[in-house]
């Protein structure tokens, strides 16, 4: 059995690194502080309120249903197609980002829907979306 005839040196902590760290961070707070002070001496009132919310919520986007057979309705009340430029107008003129939200029959021509969006872009609505489902993936299969 052989012995040890020298002693394993006893592994050091290197702290040259965070030290390093450690006096950036001190730098940095202390610039940052002097900014602040700067700051603080500008004769300006920043003036206070009380509680920070919209002024008004954001409406809702308006449905439009578009059936088979080419009617359109806008909450829930039939409309043609001039009529419902007007009511988006005078829906926009409160709300300038008003959304619509277009929902044809299925099995409807998609003719009746082109007509509905342009009506909507006559209106100058800018965001619009268009309802959709997502088909089931058997009866994807089934075709």
């Known amino acids: ?3 040890r005839t ?10 040259t690194s965070m030290i390093d760290v450690l006096f ?5 707070f202390m610039v940052g502080t002097k900014f602040t002070e700067m700051e603080r001496k500008i004769g300006l009132k920043v003036p206070q309120v009380s509680d920070v919310e919209a002024l008004t919520p954001a409406p809702e986007k308006k449905v439009v249903n578009v059936y088979r057979d080419g009617q359109v309705a806008v909450d829930r009340e039939n409309v043609t197609l001039d009529e419902l430029t007007r009511r988006l107008n005078a829906a926009r003129s409160q709300y300038a980002d008003l959304g ?4 044809g029959d299925g099995d409807g021509a998609f003719q009746h829907v082109a007509e509905v969006l ?3 872009r006559k209106a100058g ?4 979306g268009v309802a959709v489902t997502t088909e089931k993936p058997d ?5």
């Not at 020298?6 to 702290?15: I, K, R, Y």
């Not at 619509?100 to 929902?103: I, K, N």
């Not at 609505?125 to 619009?128: N, S, Y």
């Open 1 to 3: 059995m052989p012995l």
């Open 118 to 120: 342009n009506a909507c």
């Open 6 to 15: 020298h002693l394993d040196e006893q592994p050091t902590l290197n702290l």
């Open 139 to 143: 009866a994807a299969r089934r075709r």
């Open 125 to 128: 609505i800018t965001e619009l």
């Open 24 to 28: 950036l961070l001190i730098i940095f």
């Open 100 to 103: 619509v939200l277009v929902r």
